[in-house]
Structure formats: structure tokens, C-alpha cells
């Protein structure tokens, strides 16, 4: 793992476990990004702080949110939402975004202040679809 900082930017940049026992080079393959910083964006505009209700215009209905068991992180699925981007996602004050039946751990429903917290580009995962990778663009 590899946090990149920029004044008040974070990247996390997360490598194989295979490779950890060898030295990160220029050469060393990302596997993983996660970006939690409002700057960056998806090519289709979704960024952090962006509120769910306006993910649906872009990536179509919310199909699922799901929270782990172990952290209690909620992982939210659109219709349109490409391969290999995950939204990490919450509501206001650190609470929930989805609205869940009890004792259950997905929904289809969330809280109106519901945002993206964080974008997670699995970089490898994404290219079995079209060979292509998700990428990130910084808007500010």
C-alpha cells in the first residue's frame, strides 16, 4: 500500500501481495486505486461527495447495497456502473446510506443525504471487460 499526498489529496494505490516481498519500482504494476478526494472523478463525472440520487442520472437505478459484515462498509451497484469501479459509499455524520430491512445486510433502498465516499478502481478485474481500465480525471 502507497498513499500519494498533494496538499490535501490522497490516492491510496494498493500493489499485489505476490509483489510485496520485492522493492516498488516505476516498474511495479497497480492493481488496485482508491480515491476518496472530491477532486478526482470518473470519466462519467461520479466523484466523492457526490450524492446517490445523482449517481442513478449517470449509472441508472441503484441495484444493490450491501454492507460487510466485519467494517461495516456499504458497496453500492447501479445498472450502468462499469466493470471493475466499486462505490464505497455512507450517509451524513458517518451513518448508513442504505435503508435495510432488519437484520439484513443489502438493500435497494438509501437515505436522501446518501453519497459516494470513495471510488475504488480494481484495475486488473476491469480489464476482463473490453480490455479496458477505468480511469480517474482530476476536476480541480
Known sequence: LVVVKDKDTAV????????????????????????????????????????????ESIY????????????????????????????RVGGANYAQAGIYPHGKRETKRFHPDASVWCIAIDIFGARNEKNKSPSLNQTE
Not at 459484515?69 to 462505490?87: M, N
Open 12 to 55: 491510496m494505490l494498493m500493489y499485489p501481495i505476490s509483489d510485496q516481498a520485492r522493492p516498488i519500482n516505476d516498474r511495479t504494476k497497480i492493481e488496485y486505486v482508491l480515491v476518496c478526494d472530491g477532486s478526482y472523478a470518473t470519466k462519467d463525472g461520479i466523484h466523492p461527495g457526490m450524492f446517490l440520487r445523482d449517481v
Open 60 to 87: 441508472g437505478k441503484l441495484t444493490k447495497i450491501s454492507m460487510s459484515e466485519i467494517e461495516s462498509r456499504e458497496e453500492a451497484e447501479f445498472a450502468r456502473i462499469p466493470s471493475g469501479i466499486t462505490l
